[in-house]
């Protein structure tokens, strides 16, 4: 594996993905820093890949279900950004085999500082038993937030010297997810989530990777601990006003209950509209455990919400619904 002399070497999994790939810009963009980015990734063919060998980072073909590959490609490195993807099989059992073999690469590796990007395990606040939503998957309630949290004890397991990033929803998810503004009966915008009066932490995909790197930047400081990002804690309405002014017509924010959206019928609505419940029943834990201003901290210049929208408005897709 190539090495610059004297920097330390930072292998981000899923380079070419929203987290990492924000992790291996933030990198790029600081020369002065100390830091290289080693971008992992299954195609170094890639469009994607390519940019990111343009902007300095070294790339290096692996697969996450390759242990193999997963090792040589952490070989050397001062440092990993660890994260799956669970929209691309919709498998619980997947992410754990996934966050399992990453553990275990970066203990092979002897890594200095490892970053697993996670979420909470529902479970331990609403178990199987409590039907206020259903089980799915037949162990899980929150499927691709359970199999996150569940594989947390990889890293300790294996006395790794980790950081568990606790992410926040994606605002991208407008734009990606079908998550945007649609079109009601009467022709007006309808911002529609099953969020009640509550508030959603929300984060810019592309800042999480800048806050993983303020953490890296920080080293020991941040090891061992539970760090929570989020660029804002919003309400439907708060960014419903701030979708009208940004798009220059009104969006309406339209509140569903969650069993409404969970029968939605499109792939993992189940696992959202449970997700979403979770945002709102504990709507204060995410606001404890997600510090806007430690992650205002970490990356000086987290958007809000209105920053976000003012870069990415012409991406949102107006649904006819």
């Known amino acids: 594996m190539q090495q610059i002399r004297g920097k330390k070497v930072i292998a981000v999994v899923g380079a070419t993905g929203a987290q990492g790939g924000g992790l291996v810009r933030s990198i790029c963009a600081d020369p002065e820093s100390g830091f290289t980015a080693r971008a992992i990734t299954r195609n170094t063919d890639s469009e994607q890949a390519k940019e990111l060998e343009r902007l300095g980072a070294e790339v290096v073909a692996a697969d996450i279900d390759d242990p193999d590959s997963l090792a040589r490609a952490f070989e050397g490195a001062y440092g990993a950004y660890c994260v799956t993807f669970f929209w691309a099989h919709f498998s619980p059992e997947k992410e754990l085999a996934e966050a399992q073999a990453m553990a275990e690469a970066a203990k ?9 990007s996670t979420l909470e395990d529902t479970r331990l606040w609403v178990p199987l038993s409590d039907n206020r939503m259903p089980t799915l998957m037949g162990s899980y309630k929150v499927p691709h937030f359970d199999a996150k949290g569940s594989s947390d004890h990889f890293f300790s397991d294996q006395g790794l010297p980790v950081t568990f990033l606790l992410t926040s929803f994606y605002w991208d998810n407008l734009i990606h997810f079908g998550m945007g503004p649609r079109k009601g ?13 509550k508030r959603l932490a929300g984060i810019a995909a592309e800042d999480i990777g800048k806050c993983a790197y303020g953490v890296f930047k920080r080293g ?15 309400t439907g309405d708060q960014m419903a006003a701030a979708l009208s002014k940004s798009l220059g017509q009104t969006v309406t924010y339209r509140s569903i209950d969650a069993p409404v959206y969970r029968g939605l019928g499109f792939p993992g609505a189940e696992d959202l509209g449970n997700m979403f419940q979770v945002y709102q029943d504990f709507e204060g834990e995410f606001a404890r455990t997600r510090s806007v201003d430690t992650s205002r901290l970490l990356n000086p210049a987290l958007l809000s919400f209105e920053a976000w ?13």
């Open 108 to 116: 092979h590796a002897n890594l200095e500082h490892v970053i697993w």
């Open 185 to 197: 009966a009467d022709g007006e915008l309808e911002f529609v989530l099953p969020m009640g009066d």
């Open 220 to 234: 020991a400081e941040y090891i061992g601990q539970r760090v929570g990002i989020a660029g804002a804690h919003l």
């Open 309 to 321: 929208l003012e870069k990415h408005k012409d991406r949102i897709p107006l649904n006819v619904g």
